[in-house]
């Protein structure tokens, strides 16, 4: 009997397994969906762009945060039906996306893709909107703000909440120096 209940549980672990691998395979017709396509095309050209500071700065600080959403789960809102939720077909588009992509290029994605408000999508608007610079040419306290504005645009506006950002900002900087050490 133990023999039998032992052959059973691996070929079924097998089957699960097997299915797994099927499912984030790129035989899932799921991948060639015209959103996904678009979504991991702009993925893939994050590679391009130098947000270091931005990416190394925000996994800094949100290292100990808890209930904090993966990386690689954000990009997945981008694609329709925007319902899914907790849903199967998102966990399979985010396993896809964990699969192929670092988080970095999916935190990346994340800064390019954001909306900053005032019809701001990604930080080089941000950047030239709120300072009326480059992102290459921001100091530290301007890239920190892009940084706090991430996770809540409207919270950290800078324009409306000057103080509250700058708040959040001197948090950061502490946060960075007791990093580094300094």
Known sequence: MYKKILKITAFTLIILIVIYNLLLSDFNPMFKDEEFVYLTT?????????????????KKVNEKRKHRRCECEVPT????????????????????IEREFSKNQCLKFQFLNADYLFG???????????????????????????????????????????????????????????????
Do not use: C, Q, W
């Open 42 to 58: 702009k993925l893939k050209e994050t590679e391009k762009e130098d947000l270091k500071f931005f990416v190394e700065t925000y």
């Open 77 to 96: 809102t981008y694609i329709g039906p925007y319902r899914h939720g907790r849903s199967i077909t998102k966990m399979i588009y985010v396993l896809k």
């Open 120 to 182: 701001n999508k990604g930080i080089k608007d941000a950047a030239k909107f709120y300072f009326k610079k480059d992102l290459e040419k921001l100091n530290e306290d301007e890239k920190l703000v892009l940084v706090v504005m991430l996770d809540n645009p409207s919270l950290y506006n800078p324009i409306r909440r000057k103080e509250k950002v700058m708040n959040k900002v001197r948090l950061y900087k502490h946060i960075l120096n007791k990093k580094t050490g300094s």
